[in-house]
């Protein structure tokens, strides 16, 4: 029961991570129909700009806040100079060109750092407390709940109350229709990949100082994780990517604990396969979601 | 030059290569009712998203209330004073009937009487005030195309580009939204340049109509004398 408890709360830290870099797909999908698979370079270069600050400053916080920054700028560059120039007249072209972007990313970011793991700091314990002599949650997991939280209400409230998030909605389900009412799309667009990469840099900054450290291809493994919670949640719903950042999570968690670390793999690509079989719009999806 | 609101000379559009309208002339006064008439495929809502900016010309003209709309982008174009309704509704079926009609309002900088007009829009179409909340993709066909003539309306339009609206729709809220249009230009002074392919209900609320056959116009006259003219019902009309 001990051992259960541990896992569940190790499975939602986890889980919130993958939750946090799954809402930035699922932001970039519904603005730009693009699975953005550099999402995860991205977020590595934001989290060396972010080792670099903290190197030189010595301060965390510093190189936090400039993380999601960077995160922000390299979204609109992103956009602007490379996703907005690509045809959209077959799904894939979008695919090749972030595939192409991952390559770029990761070559030059390891022309500069180098391509060894360079160890990160936390800003808090990673030791988890003990409550009644069972080992829950460390600070740093409080630290992962309140930063995804913090990021799920802002966006929330972004969308649903905000007049630029019902632009942004608006531009996403219907492009046309929104320039007649002078909404400018083209803007929107730049805003939804700018938001998605910082949401991204967000989930960088929390999930590599908990592995093996900064690293140009650190985030892979997350990638595959976060984008399997993505498209179970449906890809078109940021609840869904919540709930599949969950679910995932807390996969990895028990299958990790209870059967051996190496089968956590394979648990998600078993996932993956499952939802795409049973039901493939994903489980929360609202309209025709995928198209490949 | 009178004082037309919306001059249209030699406009001449298409998708690709092939252009689909030829030499397309039209004008409408302040507070006039113009119909575009014409079979499928005769360009008529090509002409629309020519207009708007929607579908780029390859030439002509298009003046509005005297200024070039050249090189003026789609999403300025509701800060002119046009609003057009597409196709097939234009709401957004994603969107509750109450986001749908701010989004109407969001460019205005008067945000008071943004709030205003979108009460009004309330007022004059009960069944949306009733749905506030509901999806686009919940409501009727009939009041789905209130929702996009409401949310174009609380831009206060002076022109309205109208495309299809009784489109799908029972004679009957054909005939109830053909009296909406008459009612506010009455009312406001709103033009509208209304794209129909129900030729009656079109001719008895316009003042004008514009017969397009293959993106040509092919006769222009006043909307009493188009319906009297047996001949050319019977060639373009079909009735």
Redesign the interface.
């Given at each position: 029961m001990d051992r259960f408890i541990y896992l569940t709360f190790d499975g939602l830290s986890r889980g919130l991570v993958y939750a946090a870099f799954a809402l930035a797909l699922v932001l970039i999908w519904r603005a730009a129909r693009i699975v953005n698979f550099a999402q995860g370079s991205m977020a590595v270069a934001a989290v060396y700009v972010a080792y670099s600050v903290t190197n030189a400053t010595g301060s965390y916080w510093l190189g936090f806040v400039v993380a999601l920054l960077a995160g922000l700028l390299l979204g609109v560059l992103v956009e602007r100079v490379v996703m907005r120039f690509v045809d959209h007249s077959s799904p894939l072209n979008g695919v090749v060109v972030a595939l192409g972007l991952v390559l770029v990313l990761q070559g030059t970011l390891g022309i500069i750092y180098g391509n060894e793991y360079q160890p990160v700091e936390t800003p808090f314990s990673r030791d988890a407390f003990e409550v009644g002599g069972i080992a829950m949650l460390s600070r740093y997991d409080l630290f992962v709940f309140a930063a995804v939280g913090t990021v799920v209400v802002v966006l929330t409230l972004l969308f649903t109350r905000t007049?630029i998030g019902?632009?942004m909605?608006?531009a996403a389900?219907?492009p046309?229709?929104?320039?007649?009412?002078?909404?400018?799309?083209g803007g929107m667009l730049t805003l939804g990949w700018a938001l998605a990469a910082a949401v991204g840099s967000l989930a960088g900054m929390l999930v590599v100082p908990t592995e093996l450290g900064v690293h140009p291809t650190a985030m892979d493994v997350v990638f595959v994780s976060a984008f399997t919670a993505a498209v179970v949640g449906g890809l078109d719903s940021p609840i869904g990517a919540v709930v599949g950042g969950l679910i995932v999570g807390l996969l990895l968690s028990y299958v990790s604990g209870y059967i051996d670390v190496t089968v956590a793999p394979m648990a998600i690509l078993a996932l993956l396969v499952l939802v795409l079989l049973g039901k493939p719009g994903g489980l929360f999806s609202?309209?025709k979601a995928r198209v490949a | 030059m009178t004082g037309a609101l919306l001059q249209v000379d030699g406009l001449t559009a298409g998708y690709g290569a092939a252009p689909v309208l030829h030499d397309v002339g039209l004008t409408v006064q302040p507070g006039e009712i113009v119909a575009v008439l014409g079979a499928n495929g005769a360009g008529k809502t090509t002409l629309l998203r020519t207009l708007s900016g929607l579908v780029r010309s390859s030439g002509g003209r298009v003046l509005f209330d005297g200024a070039d709309l050249a090189g003026t982008k789609v999403e300025h174009l509701v800060r002119r004073g046009i609003a057009h309704v597409p196709e097939g509704r234009g709401v957004v079926t994603e969107l509750t009937v109450d986001e749908n009609l701010r989004l109407g309002g969001l460019w205005r900088r008067d945000r008071a009487d943004a709030r205003k007009a979108l009460d009004e829009v309330y007022e004059l179409f009960p069944p949306l005030a009733q749905r506030r909340t509901f999806a686009g993709h919940q409501l009727s066909g009939g009041e789905r195309q209130m929702l996009a003539l409401g949310r174009a309306l609380v831009g206060r339009p002076r022109l309205l580009l109208l495309d299809e609206p009784s489109l799908g729709l029972a004679p009957k809220v054909t005939g109830q939204i053909m009296a909406l249009l008459r009612d506010l230009r009455e009312r406001t002074g709103l033009a509208v340049l209304l794209v129909e392919q129900n030729v009656r209900s079109a001719l008895s609320i316009a003042d004008e109509g514009v017969v397009l056959a293959l993106g040509r116009v092919v006769a222009r006259n006043k909307a009493s004398v188009l319906r009297d003219d047996a001949d050319l019902r019977h060639a373009y009309l079909g009735f």
């Open positions: 007049a019902l632009r909605r608006a389900f219907a046309d229709v929104s320039r007649l009412l002078g909404v400018s799309v609202s309209s | -």
